[in-house]
């Protein structure tokens, strides 16, 4: 048995054994702020909301922290609403890592309300990867919302990934705008069953000469679950490129519908996209099953490495 | 000791026959070919064998090992040994080498992705973390699915058109692991319409418009291949009085 809340909510997310308290990072269980450290050149401040926690984080100019920042987002009651909202400066020149993981092991009803703020400063670094680990009973309705500025040469890359437990309902919108030389990536990886919905609405608007987009979804539905994507690139600047890439595979009665928007106000700018959605690919399945492999396996190991 | 029979075999699509009351013996333990030129039924063969979904509805018999696997699907025939390698491997986004080598292999673990990398003459740490997509060439996911039938180690194996698409350095190391199956006492059944892949069967059938038009030492079926077939102006309508015509059990 776990001992407090946070090997509860370490352990639910496998990192009991592994996980080192002098790295830099923030552990919070619904709007309790259980444990966090920082590190030189890194600020968090968590302010404690009736229902969530409000966070301010800060990398100062000029620091490159080495280590990935841990944010642990736990809610280990049956029911109720978490609201996370960030605020994010990576000041100019910095470089900084998170590692995200919101978990919700015992989930009947939950809702999670994520709200950020991002400004990534000239030439800063900052990526964010953010795994969610669901139950396979329950509902959990998750909101992330993130409206990310880019400055001068910035790079900034985000990757969310929800591939065990139910998803429950889903529904993603994050919009980055992109100055002269910077660039922005932005990838989710989600598995939906039974009656998941998922909704992604993931958007760039390329204003600075030579910025760069990449929008990638990648997405799998089985028993009666749907998909909405509607990703967006707008290029309004010479030399700005973008691409937009959006996979889907659908078994059962899964819906998938994606509307890849490209816009381009520029004539030296290039944005380009594909979708492809569909059962798996009949070629593929024949392959592994022509070594022995049944359908399902098969279609397992194809939809792993889709969304692996 | 015959391994494989095809017994009066016929396949049709769209009201067309593409095989044609075929019987052929295949011999456990020797590398056979299959030739004839493009659309002589050589791949539909393969597929038919293999009970592909859209090629199982054929005439005939076929007997794996003595039994009837007529009424197997693929994975069904492939856990029996017997495998296929296409002559356009599928791409898989995302799936790494080593995965997509290890969902077939007998021995699951990262020794033998090396090992069979290594036969095909790929360097094991270039290669086991990559995907099995677009960016590789079309001579490396050759290599890298032959690498996947090594790590099967299935007791049948066909090879469509394995020099195709492949270059010069590849091919060489396609032959020796056609070889190295063989030495592991793999039957081996090449798919092909080249005289350099023939070259390394022991024992050969011709198919021309989906019938079997000769049979026998490689060296004869090669010499008559390439004297007669290749510059054939019918081609796939097999002059039937020439006598090669037989049908029977293999010379």
Redesign the interface.
Same mark, same amino acid.
């Given at each position: 048995m776990p001992e407090g809340p946070v090997e509860e909510i370490l352990e639910s997310i496998n990192l009991h054994k592994s996980f080192n308290r002098d790295t830099p990072h923030v552990v919070i269980n619904a709007n309790r702020v259980l444990s966090s450290k920082v590190v030189e050149g890194l600020e968090i401040e968590p302010q404690e909301m009736p229902d969530g926690v409000r966070a301010r984080l800060r990398v100062a100019r000029g620091t490159k922290i080495k280590q990935p920042v841990h944010l642990c987002f736990g809610m280990l009651p049956e029911r109720g609403i978490q609201q996370i909202i960030l605020d994010v400066d990576i000041e100019d020149e910095a470089e900084v890592s998170f590692m995200a993981h919101c978990t919700f092991p015992n989930a009947v009803d939950i809702q999670h309300l994520m709200e950020a703020e991002i400004r990534v400063g000239r030439n800063a670094r900052y990526s964010y990867f953010e795994r969610h680990w669901h139950s396979d009973e329950g509902l959990v309705r998750v909101v992330p919302v993130a409206r990310v500025r880019l400055a001068e040469g910035a790079r900034f890359s985000t990757e969310f990934e929800l591939l065990k437990g139910r998803v429950g309902i889903i529904d993603i919108d994050y919009h980055t705008d992109c100055l002269a030389g910077s660039s922005a990536e932005m990838k989710a990886r989600i598995f939906g069953r039974q009656d998941d919905r998922i909704k992604i609405k993931e958007s760039a608007s390329l204003d600075g000469e030579a910025s760069r987009a990449v929008l990638v979804t990648h997405i799998a539905v089985r028993d009666e679950a749907t998909a909405e994507i509607n990703n967006e690139i707008i290029a309004r600047a010479p030399y700005s490129r973008g691409h937009v890439d959006c996979k889907e595979i659908i078994q059962g009665r899964g819906v998938a519908r994606a509307v890849p928007v490209v816009e381009v106000q520029h004539p030296k700018a290039h944005v380009t996209h594909e979708a492809a959605i569909g059962s798996v690919d009949s070629k593929q399945l024949q392959t592994l099953m022509a070594r022995g492999l049944s359908e399902d396996e098969a279609v397992d190991l194809i939809i792993e490495g889709l969304l692996g | 000791m015959t391994i494989l029979e095809l017994r009066d075999v016929s396949f049709t699509a769209n009201s067309t026959g593409i095989l044609n009351g075929l019987t052929m013996e295949f011999w456990e333990g020797y590398v056979h070919a299959v030739v004839g030129p493009n659309g002589a039924g050589k791949s539909t063969l393969a597929n038919v064998i293999?009970g592909?979904?859209d090629y199982r509805r054929h005439e005939g018999d076929i007997l794996f090992e003595g039994k009837s696997i007529k009424s197997l699907?693929?994975?069904e025939? /492939? =856990?029996l040994g017997i495998?296929?390698g296409?002559q356009e491997? /599928? =791409?898989?986004?995302?799936?790494?080498v080593s995965?997509f080598i290890l969902?077939?292999a007998q021995e699951k673990n990262k020794d033998e992705v090396d090992r069979v990398l290594e036969l095909v003459g790929l360097e094991p740490v270039r290669y086991r973390n990559r995907?099995?997509d677009k960016t590789l060439s079309g001579g490396e996911r050759k290599r890298i699915?032959l690498a996947?039938?090594l790590a099967?180690k299935p007791r049948l194996v066909m090879l469509d058109e394995p020099d195709s698409g492949v270059d010069i350095e590849a091919i060489e190391r396609i032959f020796e692991a056609i070889a190295h199956l063989k030495e592991e006492g793999t039957t081996v059944l090449l798919i092909t319409h080249s005289a350099r892949v023939l070259e390394k069967a022991d024992h050969a059938f011709l198919l021309c418009s989906g019938m079997l038009v000769d049979k026998g030492k490689t060296a004869k079926i090669l010499e008559y291949f390439s004297g007669k077939c290749l510059p054939c102006p019918h081609k796939n309508v097999p002059d039937l009085n020439s006598g090669r015509k037989t049908g029977g059990k293999n010379a």
């Open positions: - | 293999m592909l979904p699907n693929v994975d025939r /492939a =856990r495998t296929l296409w491997p /599928a =791409r898989f986004e995302g799936l790494k995965q969902a077939s995907a099995v699915e996947s039938i099967m």
